[in-house]
C-alpha cells in the first residue's frame, strides 16, 4: 500500500532558482493578458499571477490560457516563491469565465478540445505546490469561479465580488472542475442547489456558505480583496516551507481516499519531512526561545 502511495504522490521537486520580475506600473505591457510579479522586502516570497485582459473581463480565451499555463510552469520552479495570489487588474472583475465569443467561432470538436485545456489549467493550479490564494474583488463567474475553487484559500469583497457557476443559464454545465471542487467544498446537496439554480453570491453570502475563507469591506481602491489576500500570505511566509507544501500534498491527496489510507499518505508526508534542515531549525529555535529561520531545505 505505501509503496503505490508514494508512487501516485506529487511530492515538492528540488526548487531551481528562477529571476522574476517585479509588478511594473503598467501590467498590461507588451500586449500581455497574465503577468508574473514577485514582490520583494518583507514580502518577499509572495508571488502574484495578474490576470489583465480588460477588452473581455478577464475572459478565458486561447491567449489568456496560454499565458497562465507559462507562467504557472515559470513560477513551479521558481525556489522562492512560498505563496502564490492570483488577482485582476481590471476592477470590478476577477475573471468573468469563459470567453464565449471566441467559443462561438468553435466547432464542436474545437469546443471539446479547448474545454479539455481549460480543465488542465485548474489541475496545475490545483497542483501548484505552493499554497494558492485567489483574491476576487469583482465578477468570478464560471470559469472564474472554477479558477478560484482550484486555488487552496479564497477572499472576495463583501458586496463587490459576485460568484456563481452560471453554466446553466448559458445552456452549459461546468466543464473545468466545478462539478467536481464545489460539492468537495460545500458538500454535494448544497453544491447542486448552487449549480442547478445557476445562483449568484456575494462575497457575504459566499463567506457564510463557506466557499470563501475571508470577506471585507471594499475600499475606495477595488482592491480589498487582494490585501486581505496579502495579509494572509504574510501570516504564511514565515512559516516553514517544505512543511507547509507537504502539508498541501497531505490534505489534498487524504481528502480523496478513506482515513485509513489517508494517514498513510500523511505517514508518508512526514517522513519526507524528517531530513530537512528547516525541521532541525525549528526545534533548535524552540529550545533557544527565539522565532526560526526557515530556509526551504
Known amino acids: 500500500m505505501l509503496r503505490v502511495l508514494t508512487s501516485t504522490l506529487r511530492f ?7 529571476e522574476t520580475r517585479g509588478c511594473s506600473s503598467n501590467p498590461g505591457a507588451a500586449g ?22 480588460p477588452s473581455a473581463r478577464n475572459a478565458l480565451g486561447n491567449v489568456f490560457v496560454s499565458q497562465l499555463l507559462e507562467a504557472l510552469a ?20 476577477f475573471c468573468a469565465g469563459a470567453d464565449l465569443k471566441e467559443r462561438e467561432q468553435m466547432s464542436e470538436a474545437e469546443v471539446g478540445l479547448f474545454v479539455q485545456r481549460l480543465r488542465g489549467l485548474m489541475t496545475e493550479i490545483a497542483a501548484f505546490p505552493a499554497p494558492t490564494i485567489a483574491a476576487m474583488d469583482g465578477f468570478a463567474l464560471g470559469g472564474g469561479l472554477e479558477l478560484a475553487l482550484a486555488c487552496d484559500l479564497r477572499v472576495a469583497a463583501a458586496s463587490s465580488a459576485v460568484m456563481g457557476l452560471i453554466e446553466t443559464t448559458r445552456g452549459l454545465l461546468p466543464g473545468a472542475g466545478g462539478t467536481q471542487r464545489l ?5 454535494v446537496a448544497l453544491a447542486k442547489e448552487l449549480i442547478f439554480t445557476g445562483r449568484r453570491l456575494s462575497g457575504v453570502q459566499a463567506q457564510a456558505l463557506g466557499l470563501v ?9 477595488g482592491n480589498a480583496a487582494y490585501h486581505r489576500a496579502r495579509a494572509l500570505a504574510q501570516e504564511i511566509l514565515p ?20 482515513i485509513a489510507s489517508g494517514m498513510a499518505i500523511e505517514g508518508i508526508c512526514y517522513a519526507q519531512n524528517i531530513p530537512t534542515r528547516d525541521r532541525l531549525e525549528g526545534m533548535a529555535a524552540f529550545r533557544e526561545k527565539r522565532l526560526p529561520r526557515f530556509v526551504g531545505e
Open 12 to 18: 515538492p521537486r528540488p526548487w531551481k532558482p528562477l
Open 213 to 221: 475563507n475571508h470577506a471585507v469591506a471594499q475600499n475606495e481602491e
Open 183 to 187: 460539492p468537495r467544498c460545500l458538500g
Open 74 to 93: 515559470q513560477l513551479r520552479e521558481d525556489r522562492q516563491v512560498r505563496v502564490l495570489i492570483f488577482r485582476s487588474g481590471v476592477k470590478g472583475v
Open 32 to 53: 500581455r493578458e497574465i503577468q508574473v510579479c514577485a514582490l520583494a522586502g518583507p514580502n518577499q516570497g509572495i508571488a502574484e499571477i495578474l490576470m489583465n485582459r
Open 239 to 258: 512559516q516553514a516551507p517544505i512543511a507547509v507544501r507537504l502539508s498541501k500534498v497531505a490534505i489534498d491527496r487524504g481528502i480523496e481516499v478513506d
